[in-house]
């Protein structure tokens, strides 16, 4: 019968080769930038909701509705990598840990800003609806409008869809219940 090898400590990120480690200078250069994008997300998501209710006006409407809400939701993501990967990188480091509570924080935020978007989508009359389809201005979200009303059977009201969202930031909470 052969012995386990002995347990290997784990290193330091400052000890792993640099050709290991991750490049998230690829994704912001420094912590400012990081910074500066968080705050450009944070004003963008009152703009968002500013839609609310809007949607169903015209095509182009809904359209500039999208354009925001995609390109914020592409900012948001590199935001969130990067927090979420610093933390990573090491546990023990309470700035990249309070980074990525924040960048948790703003997806709650972003989520229930957002929430309005697809039941309001729902709620068209289908004429409008497949007419908004057949709209020029519209063809690059075909896919994401089809998905929307493929799931309309499992969509929530407005209203349902907010307070969902809005309870992102507790299912985030610790909890001491084994087993759930």
């Known amino acids: 019968m052969s012995r386990p090898a002995a347990a290997k400590t784990v290193r ?9 480690r991750w490049r998230l200078e690829d994704i912001y250069e420094n912590d400012d930038l990081w910074e500066a994008d968080f705050a450009k997300v944070q004003e963008t998501l009152p703009k968002i909701g500013q839609y609310k209710g809007k949607l169903s006006e015209s095509p182009a409407t809904l359209k500039a509705c999208l354009d925001l809400l995609f390109e914020t939701e592409e900012t948001f993501e590199r935001l969130f990598v990067y927090a979420f990967t610093r933390r990573d990188e090491d546990s023990t480091d309470a700035k990249y840990q309070a980074l990525y509570d924040r960048a948790q924080r703003l997806a709650v935020q972003f989520s229930t800003t957002a929430s309005f978007i697809e039941p309001e989508i729902l709620q068209m ?12 201005n519209l063809a690059l979200y075909r896919h994401y409008l089809d998905n929307i009303i493929r799931n309309k059977p499992h969509t929530l009201s407005p209203q349902e869809e907010a307070v969902l969202a809005a309870a992102g930031e507790l299912a985030q909470a610790p909890s001491n219940v084994f087993g759930m």
Do not use: F, G, T, V
């Open 12 to 20: 330091k990120r400052s000890e792993i080769p640099e050709k290991y």
């Open 125 to 136: 009359p289908e004429e409008r609806l497949d007419e908004y389809l057949a709209s020029e």
